[in-house]
């Protein structure tokens, strides 16, 4: 089974600063990614460049096996794959089925291609798809929950037929119940076949939604984990570097976890952290 995306051996530096060191980042169809690690971690940097805002020093960028050139933003939703950041980038003013549309609204000789009665209608289509319960599509968007504006953001990215959908601290600042709307939406992006990842500081939300997380740490990646066989101990070990040592980690090019003990006292809890990986590498 091959990824939707993939990163092989990605470098990035800034002047002086190497943000990114030999990294590997792979996301597969109907899976939740969650990228998490420290300020500084080089999560950003390669989210950036997955969304084409930055290009990589050195490395390889593939898409369904095959490599590919990404350069700028559009390239990267040209591929299907969609970011929204924590700012959302929803215009408060303008109501829901304006803002949907806003930026690619579509024309014929320079005359408007799609009537207001037909972007409605589409536009309930999608939240309905998503499962997405406001007042009115016609409503400002500056009425709307903090909830229901991530929704809005997801579903703009579902009219411009995404693939992958990258989310940026999606929780930060939600109320419990806005959070719950939010992690189901997810929930809902992954039954849809898409691939989602991810981006949080809060490893609850992570571990309520994501299938598989990956750990930056000081511009590496330095462990993986199928969420299901691990603790919220491991990961933050991995973010801290507390049970690190100097062994390769030959899936993010950065140092690995030293070995944790398993249940049988084997010692190959590390081992479990990449099992859900190969996996489907195996299928």
């Given amino acids: 089974m091959e990824p939707i995306l993939q990163l092989r051996g990605v470098n990035k530096s800034f002047g002086a600063v190497q943000a990114l060191r030999n990294v590997d980042f792979e996301v597969y169809a109907g899976e939740v990614v969650g990228l998490v690690g420290d300020n500084g971690a080089g999560k950003s940097t390669l989210i950036k460049i997955v969304a084409g805002v930055y290009s990589a020093d050195s ?10 050139s990404v350069s700028r933003p559009q390239d990267a939703n040209h591929l299907g794959i969609e970011t929204v950041y924590q700012d959302l980038a929803l215009c408060d003013n303008l109501d829901v089925v304006s ?16 009537s207001s009665n037909e972007m409605e209608r589409r536009t309930i289509e999608v939240l309905h798809q998503l499962d997405v319960k406001i007042r009115s599509v ?3 968007v500056a009425t709307l929950s903090g909830g229901q504006r991530q929704s809005i953001a997801v579903a703009k990215t ?28 997810i929930k809902r992006l992954r039954s849809q076949g898409l691939g989602v990842v991810v981006i949080s500081h809060n490893l609850a939300d992570v571990f309520e939604v994501v299938d598989r997380v990956i750990v930056m740490r000081l511009g590496r990646r330095v462990a993986s984990f199928d969420i299901k066989s691990t603790t919220t101990e491991q990961v933050v070990a991995a973010i801290t570097g507390a049970e690190f040592s100097d062994n390769a980690d030959s899936r993010g090019g950065g140092v ?18 990449h099992q859900h990986e190969q996996g489907k590498r195996g299928a």
């Fill in 59 to 68: 490395g390889n960028y593939l898409i369904d096996g095959r490599r590919v």
């Fill in 138 to 140: 016609r409503a400002p």
């Fill in 256 to 273: 690995g976890p030293a070995t944790t003990p398993s249940d049988d006292g084997s010692g190959n809890g590390n081992a479990q952290g």
């Fill in 158 to 185: 579902i009219l411009r037929n995404a693939r992958m959908v990258i989310l940026d601290e999606p929780t930060a600042a939600l109320g419990v119940a806005q959070t719950k709307q939010v992690l189901n939406l």
């Fill in 99 to 114: 803002n949907l549309f806003l930026g690619r609204e579509e024309t014929v000789n320079n005359l408007p291609f799609m």
